[in-house]
């Protein structure tokens, strides 16, 4: 069993930067895809961000692309989502999520392991 918890939520200014945390406990984080996913009020949640489990390759949404930044340090069992540019489309709960490896970065397979979220607020 995989347990994520995100941090680094926050109310922000448009153009500002966030550095959101995903936390996981158990052994299988190092050897897992992370997923970042953002879910705005009233819409479907979206794919973000994913990085593999080496942290070599990364795949991000067109809307984020040049703005944010995934990363991982799997010493400390933690994956990052830098988010520079904010802008108020950027509000949302943001979620992160792992699965095997084995699946690559293949954005249509189903993420196995979700933490409960994030609130962040972008203002004008």
């Known amino acids: 069993q995989v347990q994520l918890v995100e941090s680094g939520g926050g109310l922000v ?3 500002d930067s966030l550095r959101l945390s995903c936390a996981a406990s158990g052994r299988t984080f190092s050897s897992s ?4 996913f953002r879910q705005a009020p ?3 949640r979206d794919f973000v961000a994913a990085i593999s ?3 070599g390759n990364t795949i991000y ?3 984020v692309k040049g703005r944010f930044t ?7 069992n933690t994956a990052y989502l830098q988010m520079n540019s904010l802008k108020l489309e950027d509000t949302a709960v943001y979620y992160c999520a792992t699965r095997s490896r084995v699946y690559g970065l293949v954005p249509s397979v189903r993420y196995d392991y979700w933490g409960q979220g994030t609130q962040v607020t972008v203002s004008s």
Do not use: H, L, P, Y
């Open 70 to 76: 995934i990363s991982r340090d799997n010493a400390k």
């Open 13 to 15: 200014q448009a153009g």
């Open 61 to 63: 949404a067109d809307s």
């Open 33 to 36: 895809t992370v997923g970042w």
């Open 53 to 55: 489990w080496t942290g």
């Open 42 to 44: 009233g819409k479907e």
